[in-house]
């Protein structure tokens, strides 16, 4: 008896999982609203040195480089996203979760793009010759269309689709065309419950009638570019008439106005839908800054729909924080299913910077961000860095994150020459640093 109790509280000891390793307070904290999707505490830990890693100073993303940026191991990594079971889809439920969590109910614009990247050879699934807008030619490439999420002049990643060219199908797939993708994502973002003011897209989705009939359904407004030659169906004797300019001040998120022109066009009698021409120069009309916009807005908008439709702009700022920042093309993976990991993974690094911005961090629309308090949820360590960032971008808060983990990644960087050296006393130099720094915690908006 004696002995098999013995064995049995071995056991106890032995299938009581470990606490997963630490990194840095405010990774470990975002990360921690994950940890039921991952069945065991390494795939967990890898989980975690990933977001670590996205986040970091490292320019390109590749496994290897941020397995040695944060100390971890680049196959254990790459079996994570090729082999692991967890799941993609509950992974993204939770992070659409955390961001209704953050947006408690707040009306958001919706931006409607795609994204295109070029790829060599034919071997990475839905890889082929296609339009590649981000050269601006055809080319051989992977692309996926969009939903972003725009709030003040904050943006965060809401969901993605993979375009499937028709060359490229599997078996039982089914072809659809990336206007009806977008519609499938406004399908899914509605039945999710955001709360959509707005949705803007450029003239690829302007002029595709299932994106539009789509929009009506979910009786959302939007405000969508149309192509200069856009046709209208009038009834005869109608005529098309374009009303006198006016100007307004088209204003940038870095508090820069420039002045344009906008008038509108109606076809025979104005209705729901309207029509409009925005220009910079009345005279000219140069090809390049003059812009065809269809909207459903209601009233006098011609002060401000200029400026509704210039949020899209910030669908390509999002792409170049993804891409540029977050490393969305660095992957090096054939089989879709882990590209579409990989980007999630990126799309969660995202989320999770953006979540820290004052914006988003407000619980409503009409509460005026407090500078002092804002301060005060950082300790003076970190603000009187001479390299923190004061401002209250995106871009600014990813900055301040970068150097809150920099001890740590410093010391990934220079354990291997510490074992080599033994210098065992600047190990441990490093090693306090880091816990000074950790030390003070600093909790995220979640």
């Not at 032995?14 to 065991?40: E, G, I, W």
């Not at 941020?66 to 509950?90: K, M, N, T, Y």
């Not at 109910?105 to 994204?115: A, H, K």
């Not at 375009?163 to 990336?178: G, I, M, V, W, Y």
Request: net charge positive; glycine share 6%.
């Amino acid at each position: 008896m004696i002995a098999a109790s013995l064995l049995l509280e071995g056991f106890a000891v032995m299938t009581t999982p470990r606490k997963p390793n630490s990194t840095v307070p405010f990774v470990d904290q975002y990360c921690s609203t994950y940890q039921h999707l991952f069945a065991d505490v390494r795939t967990f830990e890898c989980f975690k040195s990933l977001q670590l890693g996205l986040v970091s100073e490292v320019k390109r993303k590749t496994l290897p480089a941020i397995a040695r940026a944060v100390g971890a191991d680049a196959q254990a990594f790459h079996h994570f996203l090729v082999h692991s079971p967890w799941s993609v889809e509950c992974f993204r439920e939770q992070r659409i979760a955390l961001t209704k969590q953050a947006l408690n109910g707040r009306s958001i614009t919706v931006c409607i793009d795609e994204t295109g990247d070029k790829k060599k050879g034919k071997k990475t699934d839905y890889v082929s010759r296609q339009y590649i807008g981000n050269v601006g030619k055809i080319d051989n490439g992977i692309v996926s269309v969009h939903a972003f999420g725009l709030l003040g002049n904050i943006t965060f990643p809401l969901l993605f689709r993979v375009f499937k060219p028709e060359c490229r199908l599997a078996k039982n797939e089914q072809h659809k065309s990336k206007p009806k993708i977008a519609a499938d994502l406004i399908d899914e973002l509605c039945e999710q419950g955001f709360n959509i003011g707005l949705v803007v897209a450029d003239s690829h989705y302007g002029e595709s009638s299932d994106f539009i009939n789509t929009l009506w359904k979910h009786r959302l407004h939007y405000v969508v570019a149309i192509r200069s030659n856009h046709g209208v169906w009038m009834l005869k004797g109608w005529v098309v008439r374009r009303n006198r300019w006016k100007s307004f001040e088209r204003q940038f998120s870095n508090g820069k106005t420039e002045t344009r022109y906008i008038r509108e066009i109606i076809f025979g009698k104005r209705k729901a839908t309207r029509y409009y021409e925005i220009t910079t120069d009345i005279e000219k009309q140069p090809e390049e800054s003059t812009w065809y916009i269809m909207t459903n807005l209601p009233g006098k908008i011609e002060k401000t729909v200029g400026n509704l439709f210039g949020d899209r702009t910030w669908v390509e700022y999002g792409f170049r924080q993804v891409k540029a920042e977050l490393g969305w093309t660095d992957y090096k993976l054939t089989a879709y299913r882990g590209i579409e990991k990989w980007w999630e993974m990126v799309c969660s690094a995202y989320l999770m910077v953006s979540m820290q911005t004052t914006t988003m961090g407000e619980e409503s629309e009409e509460e005026v961000p407090d500078k002092a308090s804002e301060s005060q949820r950082y300790p003076a360590m970190y603000t009187t860095h001479k390299w923190w960032d004061e401002k209250q971008g995106w871009k600014a808060i990813l900055n301040n994150m970068r150097l809150m983990i920099q001890p740590f990644v410093c010391l990934s960087l220079l354990l291997p020459w510490l074992e080599v050296t033994q210098l065992n006393d600047l190990g441990k130099v490093l090693q306090n640093l880091i816990d000074k720094v950790n030390g003070f915690a600093v909790f995220l908006r979640l």
